[in-house]
T-cell receptor, first 113, second 111 residues
Framework: SQTIHQWPATLVQPVGSPLSLECTVE??????LYWYRQAAGRGLQLLFY??????ISSEVPQNLSASRPQDRQFILSSKKLLLSDSGFYLC????????????FGSGTRLTVV | GQQLNQSPQSMFIQEGEDVSMNCTSS?????WLWYKQDPGEGPVLLIA?????ELTSNGRLTAQFGITRKDSFLNISASIPSDVGIYFC???????????FGSGTRLLVRP
């Protein structure tokens, strides 16, 4: 069966420090991958999505970047965190052409102090 | 771009009451989905709808795909404390890689 792993679960980082959040999917190949951010008590904002290795689409201009170095690995990064980067970050995957398979990871709560 | 308007933003109800929430869109979707997010977790798919007019149930949950393809509603009957969470609608357009999510309905259930 397919599983999605996200880590770390929680992270407290100072302003100006770098960030690296990792997401991996098991049990499938060539998935679509997504990074979402959820501010406290708010909806889901799509940050990046990827349809293949090295293919990244950015949805909103921001202080973050994403990379897909391997088929089932999706990384969210920042060189210098801002206070406004705090939030709950969710990774998700889907089978190509199958929107039902939009499965979320358990999330990373990032607090920038 | 496409937007989904989800209402209400929050609901605080008594255990045993029925709940209704809905989403409307400015454009047509081919698929409507409803997700539930427990506190501190990622959203989990509850119901998927594929055809205009479709009515689908999953236990105490019932959802409908609006005939105009621009709206959907979710009903929860006889609510229980474990129904607490944030419910999101999501729409998908043909040929798109992305789901468009509503802003969520926060449900609190008083025992």
């Amino acid at each position: 069966s397919q599983t999605i792993h996200q880590w770390p679960a929680t992270l407290v980082q100072p302003v100006g420090s770098p960030l690296s959040l990792e997401c991996t999917v098991e049990g499938t190949s060539n998935p679509n991958l997504y990074w979402y951010r959820q501010a406290a008590g708010r909806g889901l904002q799509l940050l990046f999505y990827s349809v293949g290795i090295g293919q990244i689409s950015s949805e909103v201009p921001q202080n973050l970047s994403a990379s897909r170095p391997q088929d089932r690995q999706f990384i969210l990064s920042s060189k210098k965190l801002l206070l406004s980067d705090s939030g709950f970050y969710l990774c998700a995957w889907s089978v190509k052409g199958d929107v039902d398979g939009y499965t979320f990871g358990s999330g990373t709560r990032l607090t920038v102090v | 771009g496409q937007q989904l308007n989800q209402s209400p933003q929050s609901m605080f109800i008594q255990e045993g009451e029925d709940v209704s929430m809905n989403c409307t869109s400015s454009s047509i979707f081919n698929t409507w989905l409803w997700y539930k997010q427990d506190p501190g977790e990622g959203p989990v798919l509850l119901i998927a709808l594929y055809k205009a007019g479709e009515l689908t149930s999953n236990g105490r949950l019932t959802a409908q795909f609006g005939i105009t393809r621009k709206d959907s509603f979710l009903n929860i009957s006889a609510s229980i404390p474990s129904d607490v969470g944030i419910y999101f609608c999501a729409g998908h357009s043909q040929g798109s890689y992305k789901l468009i999510f509503g802003s969520g309905t926060r449900l609190l259930v008083r025992p």
